[in-house]
């Protein structure tokens, strides 16, 4: 029985690169949409103190698609799913539909 070649170490390292560039990709995504969830969110709370009801259910519609982006973006990738910042967003959604 013979042991399988190795494979080369300037694929494993291309590999790793890679993995980095596209969690990197996912992190900047997650605290763009995170950032914009947040804006939706306090608008929507804002409209509701205004009784602008109609306004802050598209508001929360609108902030619903988005976290629904955001949790497929970062789900991938435990470190930027747990993050504060989409943790942060996440309950702030929350608080707003609440």
Same mark, same amino acid.
């Given at each position: ?18 993995? !980095? ?6 992190? #900047?995504? %997650?605290? @763009?949409?995170?950032?914009? /969830?947040?804006?939706? =969110? $306090? ?9 602008? !009801? ?6 929360? #519609?609108? %902030?619903? @698609?988005?976290?629904?982006? /955001?949790?497929?973006? =970062? $789900? ?19 608080? %707003?539909?609440?």
């Amino acid at each position: 029985m013979t042991n399988p070649a190795p494979e080369p170490l300037s694929r494993i390292t291309n590999d790793i690169i890679q993995r !980095f560039e596209t969690m990197g990709a996912a992190r #900047d995504q %997650a605290v @763009t949409q995170g950032r914009q /969830l947040v804006r939706l =969110a $306090a608008n929507a709370i804002r409209a509701m103190h205004r009784d602008a !009801f109609d306004q802050a259910d598209s508001l929360l #519609d609108e %902030a619903s @698609t988005l976290l629904t982006d /955001l949790r497929a973006i =970062a $789900a991938p990738f435990p470190s930027v799913y747990w993050a504060g910042y989409v943790q942060d967003a996440m309950k702030e959604y929350a608080e %707003a539909a609440l």
